[in-house]
């Protein structure tokens, strides 16, 4: 090689070897400390950074006070590109927060100081929030919106704050007297259980104010001078989203109170300790959008300032950072109306069975009444309850019959027994002889004669009841629903015996009493009935399990909202047209005028037509039964359920003309 070639292969890799130390100026070790930096905070442990003058470990301390306000969030923290100055360099720190509905951004700017070959943080606090001085913590205010209502038609007020008086032993306040006597004097005195509520006083702590019951201001015969006269009870005024009354509408409302310490838990973070929050029925479906959304105040504040000292000082000594407004709840608007559904559960009170009253306007399809008695136990069996109809489903048989060819004058044939494959099926006890033989369609629809409607089962199909049964709206989607229903289960398919049951609303046939008034309420509309219930749920709810799912027990209930029962159709393939409607409602007019429903020609005011059911369930002999007895009168449909009722005429029928009357 030449000299020439020696001397220009050293010139380059000079060149190359000084643009190798050019670019080893620290940058890269720099922007690796600052991600460290940024990580570290993120975590909120920063006692693994190195610091110039700063104990890492007291630096750790203080930027956990800083930002203790904010627990449980954490900020995402990134670091930006490093600005290199000789031994020194700053660089960005981008923070992210998640402070109740809202994100809080911001930037701040981070020194690193060279060490020999090490980057150190220079530790201010105005790295963690823009301006915050030493000595400086951050605080936060939550301001909570009032929950919102629950409205009824025309707006009425089903849920709303009404005063309330708290009662309960305020410890402070004991002095020297015993906690257990007061404990024990109180409970005996507004009614809990006296041993129980001694064990929460004596288990509370010195400070504590331990509530025995929340009890409503209007009509407490409970008073705050003998609340007063025992030593350490107390009476706090207060108040509560509640409907009109403790029972009213319960099983479908839900109710409201505090969070208690499970739910906060399973929110993940929307709850905190305070707030009110919904549980079952429509209060928890709709809990978001009745509770709105929390406004949220970050205030910078120097540490230690004890209450005097913040009172002495401008806006408490307090500089706002970050807000978020407050957003008020929607009220969720439903069709109930206060007076029909408060008459339904009046005359529902003395029924010992589960039951439930259901009434809708078949020309809107508002549910004007879901009461679900006392002897449901707080289940919303108006709504949710899965029961074999019984003799009301002959209303889906004579559609699919007329389908086939025949009109209420029609004969056919009403025989005492009938068998199908080994299987004795009968008519109901007391049955008129003076209908048996061949008798009219109408007459064997009136007397609910099964055999006769059993005998067809040749000529309709188990698909063909299937169809009739969408098309009076029963096993359909409900979109406007908006609250959670069983809305009727008929199978498309069944031989045999459970096809002839089926005829006679049994076997794997399931209603509600929702569905069976929306079934009453199609023949009066003309077309299928699609029941509303919330008037907004698009606002803000959760999903409304209306596609009519449920597990039917043994006996037909359902306690609970899973199901193999098959998937409800969109809608009715082939609905209900205004003359089968007419055919369907003469027929229910003669169960009124010359059928088991004759208590109802009494009924003022339009003409009304019916059809009773009883359901056999169970194994034992005889059976027991459900009672049933579903009516229109005018522009409105009305079922009424009691659960081993007996028969549908002597027990649902007395209770469905009180509500009638009464309704007027």
């Known amino acids: 090689m030449g000299n020439f070639q020696k001397l220009s292969l050293a010139l380059v890799g000079l060149i190359i070897g000084g643009s190798l130390v050019a670019c080893d100026d620290g940058r890269a070790g720099a922007q690796d400390t600052a991600k460290q930096l940024a990580a570290a905070v993120t975590a909120l442990d920063v006692g693994s950074v190195a610091f110039d003058g700063k104990d890492a470990a007291a630096a750790n301390e203080q930027l956990k006070e800083v930002f203790q306000a904010l627990e449980p969030a954490k900020p995402a923290v990134?670091?930006?590109?490093?600005k290199l100055e000789k031994d020194t360099a700053t660089v960005p720190l981008n923070y992210s927060w998640k402070v109740g509905s809202d994100d809080w951004k911001y930037t701040v700017s981070a020194e690193l100081k060279k060490s020999g070959d090490k980057?150190?943080?220079?530790?201010?606090?105005?790295?963690?929030?823009?301006?915050?001085?030493?000595?400086e913590v951050l605080s936060a205010a939550v301001h909570s919106p009032q929950r919102a209502e629950i409205l009824g038609a025309g707006d009425a007020k089903l849920v709303t704050y009404r005063p309330v008086v708290n009662v309960g032993i305020d410890k402070p306040q004991l002095g020297s007297a015993d906690p257990a006597a007061s404990a024990t004097k109180l409970a005996q005195l507004v009614g809990v259980d006296p041993a129980a509520y001694t064990q929460q006083v004596q288990a509370a702590g010195a400070e504590a104010f331990v509530a025995a019951i929340t009890l409503r201001e209007d009509g407490r015969t409970v008073t705050d001078a003998q609340i007063a006269e025992i030593p350490g009870a107390r009476s706090i005024h207060d108040s509560l989203p509640l409907a009109p009354s403790r029972t009213f509408a319960r099983a479908l409302l839900g109710t409201a109170a505090e969070a208690n310490a499970e739910q906060i838990e399973k929110s993940g973070g929307t709850l905190k300790t305070g707030d009110t929050t919904g549980t079952g029925g429509l209060q928890q479906q709709y809990d978001a959008q009745l509770r709105g959304t929390d406004g949220v105040q970050v205030f910078a504040e120097k540490a230690g300032l004890t209450a005097e000292e913040k009172q002495a000082l401008p806006n408490e000594g307090r500089r706002l950072l970050f807000q978020v407004e407050i957003e008020p709840g929607t009220p969720v608007k439903t069709t109930l109306d206060p007076n029909l559904q408060q008459l339904a559960e009046d005359v529902l009170a003395e029924v010992g069975p589960a039951s439930a009253i259901v009434a809708l306007r078949p020309s809107s399809g508002a549910v004007l009444a879901a009461a679900s008695g006392p002897g449901s136990n707080g289940y919303n069996t108006a709504m949710?309850?899965?029961?074999?109809?019984?003799?009301?489903?002959?209303?889906?048989?004579?559609l699919a019959m007329i389908r086939n060819g025949m009109t209420p004058d029609s004969k056919v044939e009403c025989t005492?027994?009938?068998?199908?494959?080994?299987?004795?099926?009968?008519?109901?006890?007391?049955?008129?002889a003076g209908s048996l033989g061949s008798v009219t369609l109408r007459d064997a629809f009136a007397h609910s004669c099964n055999t006769a409607f059993i005998s067809a089962r040749d000529s309709v199909s188990q698909a063909q009841l299937e169809s009739a049964a969408t098309s009076l709206g029963v096993a359909v989607e409900a979109p406007g629903l908006g609250a959670d229903a069983f809305l009727g289960s008929v199978p498309g398919e069944a031989e045999g015996t459970e096809h002839a049951a089926s005829m006679i609303g049994q076997g794997k046939v399931l209603l509600s009493p929702l569905a069976a008034a929306v079934m009453a309420g199609s023949v009066a509309k003309g077309s299928p009935v699609s029941p509303t219930l919330v008037l907004n749920a698009e606002a803000g709810a959760g999903t409304a399990g209306t596609d009519g799912t449920g597990t039917p027990t043994a006996d037909g209930t359902s306690p609970s909202l899973t199901s193999t029962a098959p998937a409800p159709a969109k809608a009715a393939d082939k609905p209900i047209t205004a003359a089968e409607a007419a055919a369907l409602a003469d027929m229910m007019r003669a169960v009124v005028t010359s059928g088991h429903a004759g208590f109802l020609s009494s009924v003022p005011g339009a003409p009304v037509g019916a059809k009773t059911g009883t359901a056999e369930f169970g194994n034992e002999n005889p059976p027991k039964t459900h009672a049933w007895i579903v009516a229109v009168h005018g522009d409105l449909a009305v079922a009424v359920f009691v659960e081993e009722g007996g028969l549908g005429a002597t027990t649902s029928g007395p209770l469905l003309k009180e509500f009638l009357v009464a309704a007027g």
């Open 78 to 82: 990134e670091s930006g590109e490093v």
């Open 119 to 135: 980057w150190l943080t220079v530790w201010k606090p105005d790295m963690l929030v823009p301006e915050l001085a030493d000595g």
């Open 384 to 398: 949710l309850g899965q029961y074999a109809p019984g003799s009301t489903f002959k209303m889906v048989d004579s």
């Open 416 to 432: 005492p027994t009938l068998t199908v494959d080994g299987r004795t099926f009968k008519n109901a006890e007391g049955y008129p």
